[in-house]
Structure formats: structure tokens, C-alpha cells
């Protein structure tokens, strides 16, 4: 009796209506294979260490605690601000809080129920979001662990680059250790770093940009070609997709530096009002002694140009947040339809980053409530789902873990999606 699997490949930062027969063929192609779904959105923040703990859990950032790719701790009564995408942030986010996540992952889901093995190429952080505790096998570049995070053998380490050869190495590695060898677990996902890591530096829509997308529609066409030729692909989930999209930065704002000039903020330094930018979005956290500056915090941010949607500590509900950590009120940045120079739309206003890469004006970036940013795509074949259809109901995706379980015959509760076969059930 064959067991069934689930396989689930990410592009990372590929927005929906970039796929087309002359820039992604082979997925492009697949919609025939699989259910697409056409009304797919992702979290706030659109942000790949979000998406990933909410693709993981199944979960809204409320309630599996990993509020931004940028967030804040409250650590011996202060405000301390992290870059979510460290290799130990949610180890050390455990040591603070007591949990790495608020939820359960699928590795953990899975852990006596066949297995999870996760290969990934984005930053460590969002890697390791998928599998914190250490329930299965993850592999990634800054280190690959066994159960109870014990590190793997340097010959099974993954020794790869945040580029196109390295995501290519990694498919050929994923294919050969997970997809066609034996012993195959419940689940296995690779998640590509392209083309989200040459979109942060590149126009969309330039030629540089579209080779990237046809390298990493290559990658996603090896791994189909490998679960086409699987004996017991009838049993087998095969979901392809992306964790969000990207805008065009139009601008860089110095979000503290404006409400250290209204008054708002004490300094740039200071620890009572607390940016933490997540790309063309902010998250904005208050100490209990500056909880006074709220609404006029949320007054100012809405008078300025450069602020699409402003949601303030009783609207977080709206975007899937919870106030922990003294999160106050958030930011979507302003958006707009006008074109790049090459004929893409979608622009937005980036917060500036407190610290790493500076924005490339002119180049992609997400993190917000944007049109393209919030348009990732998906496809699905396999039990449940019909070849050649389009499903237009929304879906998102905290929708990804249920579906996985309910293909696997395990319970999908405490979760905030729905399973997505047709039916409810695999």
C-alpha cells in the first residue's frame, strides 16, 4: 500500500502575473498539470520570515508570534529591536519568550508521522522558521541540522551560495536526497532563494531580471520533471508557489528620523518608541511609558505622503497581528500603478532598514499591503485538486498547512487556513 506525500516547491518573490509562456515556460506549462488559484494573497508583513512561519504553522503572525522580518523583544523591561533573519534569533526569541513559535510547525506535526525534510536558500532565520525546534532534517547554508537541531555531518552539509548556481545545486541535491530516493518523508520543501535575491538589486522587467526568472523557472521544472516520473505519483501532492511579490521602490523613508522630528521620539536612539521596518512596510512598538504617544503617533504617520494604510494597536486584528511585544500601530507604505521603466507596475515607498543593505531605488522590494506584493501564485495537482482549472475563491497562504495535513490524513486543528481539495479532504 503506497503511503501518500506531499512535495512543496517556493519561488521565492515570484509575483503572479510575471509568469507567462515567454518568461516562465515550464510553469507557465504546469497550470495545465494543476489547480491554479487565482485570488492567492499572502501576510503582513509580505515578508519571506513571516511567510515562512505562517506557511509552516498554517497560522497568522498573532498567534505564531513572528511579527516581521524586522521585530522587537521586550527584554529586562526595554524595547529591543532584531533582524528576524539571524541564524539563533528564534532561539534566542525562546530564551526570551519561551516559545520560538506561538504554534506548532508541520515538522512538528510530522515528527511521528513521517518526517519532514526542508531545503532552503533565503536568509537563516526564515529557514529556520520552519522548523525551530528541530522535529525533522533542514538543510541550509548556514547550517543543516538533524532531530533535536543537532548538526549534520560536514558531508551532508548544505554548501551552497545565495545566487542562481547555488539554487540550482540545491535542486539537483533536493531531487536526488528527497524527491526520487527511498525512504522518502511525508513531507519535503525546497524553498528557492531566486528570484527574490537579485529582484532586491535589479529592475523588474530588465533583461538581468528575466534571466534570473528563467534560471529559476528551469529549477522548478527539474523538481517536475522528478515527480512526474514517480511510481506512486498518484499519492503524491505536488504544490508550487511563492511566498509574496515584489513593488518598485520609488523612495527610502527615515521613519524614525520623521517622528524624532515631530516630537515623537526622543531621539534616534531611544528605546521608547521603536521602528522596525519590514521593506515597504513598518511595524512601529511602544513602552508602557510611551503608550500616551500613540494616537498622535498614528495621526502623524497618517498625514504624511509617503504612508498608504496606518493601523492603529485596536486595527492590528485586520492584518492578522496582536499586539505582543508593545506592538502599537503599523504601516503600509504608499503605493501606486506607475510603471517601471519597463512597463511594471506597481511602485512603493520603502522604510528605511536600521541596520544591513541599503534599498536600491529603482529596484524590487516587499513587505506591505501593494497590489503585486500581495499577489504571490500557486498551483497544486494531486488528489483533491483538478488539472487544467482555476480556482478564483480566495486562498493563502496559512491555507498551505491544512491542505498538506488533510492530504496526509492528519488533523489540521489549531490552525487559521483551510484545506484547499475540493471537499475539504484529500
Not at 534560471?215 to 520533471?225: C, G, H, L, Q, S
Not at 498518484?234 to 524624532?260: C, K, M, P
Amino acid at each position: 500500500m503506497n503511503v501518500r506525500r506531499a512535495i512543496l516547491v517556493i519561488l521565492d518573490g515570484l509575483r503572479r502575473d510575471l509568469i507567462s509562456p515567454e518568461t516562465t515556460p515550464h510553469v507557465a506549462a504546469f497550470a495545465a498539470q494543476a489547480e491554479q488559484f487565482s485570488d492567492y494573497s499572502t501576510v503582513f508583513p509580505s515578508c519571506t520570515r513571516v511567510v515562512s512561519a505562517s506557511l509552516a504553522t498554517g497560522c497568522l503572525p498573532a498567534h505564531h508570534g513572528l511579527q516581521g522580518n524586522t521585530m522587537v523583544l521586550v527584554e529586562d523591561g526595554r524595547l529591543v529591536r532584531h533582524d528576524a533573519g539571524r541564524p539563533d534569533f528564534l532561539q534566542h526569541k525562546r530564551r526570551v519568550t519561551g516559545r520560538s513559535l506561538g504554534v506548532p510547525t508541520l515538522a512538528e506535526r510530522l515528527r511521528e508521522h513521517g518526517g519532514a525534510v526542508i531545503f532552503s536558500n533565503v536568509s537563516p532565520g526564515a529557514a529556520y522558521a520552519h522548523d525551530p525546534d528541530g522535529h525533522g532534517r533542514i538543510y541550509h547554508r548556514a547550517g543543516s541540522f538533524g532531530r533535536g537541531r543537532t548538526p549534520l555531518p560536514e558531508a551532508e552539509q548544505l554548501r551552497v551560495s545565495l545566487d542562481v548556481a547555488g539554487d540550482r545545486a540545491m535542486t539537483e541535491r533536493f531531487i536526488a536526497e528527497t524527491v526520487l530516493a527511498a525512504g522518502r518523508p511525508a513531507l519535503t520543501l525546497m524553498w528557492l532563494g531566486e528570484p527574490d535575491s537579485s529582484q532586491h538589486a535589479l529592475p523588474l522587467g530588465s533583461p538581468e531580471h528575466l534571466a534570473v526568472l528563467t534560471e529559476a523557472d528551469r529549477n522548478a521544472k527539474r523538481v517536475m520533471d522528478a515527480v512526474a516520473q514517480l511510481p506512486d505519483r498518484e499519492d503524491v501532492l505536488f504544490l508550487l508557489g511563492s511566498d509574496h511579490g515584489h513593488q518598485t521602490v520609488s523612495g527610502v523613508i527615515h521613519i524614525e528620523a520623521e517622528l524624532v522630528a515631530a516630537g515623537l521620539k526622543e531621539s534616534l536612539d531611544s528605546d521608547e518608541v521603536v521602528v522596525a521596518s519590514n521593506g515597504t512596510s513598518a511595524l512601529i512598538y511602544l513602552h508602557p511609558d510611551a503608550a500616551a504617544r500613540e494616537a498622535a503617533i498614528a495621526s502623524f504617520l497618517a498625514g504624511q505622503d509617503w504612508a498608504g494604510t496606518v493601523l492603529t494597536r485596536a486595527e492590528l486584528h485586520r492584518i492578522g497581528q496582536s499586539t505582543d511585544n508593545g506592538l502599537a500601530c503599523a504601516v503600509s507604505m504608499r503605493e501606486t500603478e506607475a510603471p517601471n521603466a519597463f512597463g511594471i507596475v506597481g511602485t512603493s515607498f520603502a522604510a528605511k532598514r536600521s541596520e544591513g543593505k541599503e534599498d536600491v531605488i529603482g529596484a524590487g522590494q516587499h513587505g506591505g499591503l501593494g497590489a503585486a506584493e500581495q499577489s504571490p501564485f500557486l498551483m497544486i495537482s494531486g488528489p483533491g485538486f483538478l488539472a487544467g482549472a482555476e480556482r478564483s475563491k480566495a486562498a493563502s497562504v496559512i491555507d498551505i498547512a491544512p491542505t498538506i495535513l488533510a492530504h496526509l490524513g492528519l488533523p489540521g486543528s489549531g490552525t487559521d487556513g483551510n484545506a484547499l481539495q475540493r471537499g475539504g479532504c484529500g
